[in-house]
């Protein structure tokens, strides 16, 4: 089973509108982390937002805010006012306990296009 | 602030050739990771390392190697060079290992190997 789910290969926004974007997570773990990251065009990865698994707030940061529901594992990111620079693909990824430490496990990303 | 900071950032080997992906951080994190992210694969990580002296294997190990002599580096080795490794390169660092913390990423190294 994936372990992160996007399930949009694309989406399309106007500008100054608001897009969702999908992502459902499987785990058995009780503590985990949930992160949103950023590819632009260029290649670098940039860090969004996050949400922590006993966090019962949603995160929010700026234009983005994290729609965290746990009973069903979902953990979609909301961007606000999309902006022509928001154009880019977004990951989805969780974080958590493997041997030592803890692994990023992402998804396989959704690319937005925001239009005029 | 330099960040984390990968070098080169572009390769092109022949199948059979070594070489060295360097990554270094001045953070002071003490949890690094490579990743290779492949087109409709997202990524997946290689090594991992929670400080120095300690790395461990990720889902995909196999064809490199890593060390972690200092705290700051981090190189990755391909051994013998294969198409199947043509990929992106990632190099990420964390203050630590727990959950919580996010994963700063260099820009990475797009690497192909005819």
């Known amino acids: 089973a994936q372990k992160i789910t996007q399930t949009q290969p694309g989406m399309f926004v106007q500008e100054k509108e608001a897009v969702t974007l999908d992502c459902t997570y499987d785990?058995?773990?009780?503590?985990?982390?949930l992160f949103w990251y950023k590819q632009p065009s260029s290649g670098e990865m940039i860090f969004l937002i996050y949400?922590?698994?006993?966090?019962?707030q949603n995160a929010t940061e700026g234009r983005y805010s994290l729609n965290f529901q746990k009973a069903r594992k979902s953990a979609n990111l909301v961007i606000s006012a999309s902006q022509l620079g928001d154009s880019a693909m977004y990951f989805c990824?969780?974080?958590?306990?493997?041997?030592?430490?803890?692994?990023?496990?992402f998804g396989t990303g959704t690319r937005l296009q925001v239009t005029l | 602030n330099a960040g984390v900071t990968q070098t080169p950032k572009f390769q092109v080997l022949k199948t059979g050739q070594s070489m060295t992906l360097q990554c270094a951080q001045d953070?002071?994190?003490?949890?690094m990771s490579w990743y290779r992210q492949d087109p409709g694969m997202g990524l997946r990580l290689i090594h991992y390392?929670?400080?120095?002296?300690?790395?461990d294997q990720g889902e995909v190990p196999n064809g490199y190697n890593v060390s972690r002599s200092t705290t700051e580096d981090f190189p990755l080795r391909l051994l013998s060079a294969a198409p199947s490794q043509t990929s992106v390169y990632f190099c990420?660092?964390?203050?630590?290992?727990?959950?919580?913390?996010?994963?700063?990423f260099g820009d990475g190294t797009r690497l192909s190997i005819l």
């Open positions: 990420a660092s964390s203050y630590s290992g727990r959950a919580g913390q996010p994963q700063h």
């Open positions: 785990t058995s773990d009780q503590s985990y982390g």
């Open positions: 949400q922590g698994s006993y966090d019962e």
């Open positions: 990824a969780m974080r958590e306990y493997f041997g030592t430490a803890s692994k990023l496990t």
């Open positions: 953070m002071n994190h003490e949890y």
């Open positions: 390392s929670v400080g120095a002296g300690i790395t």
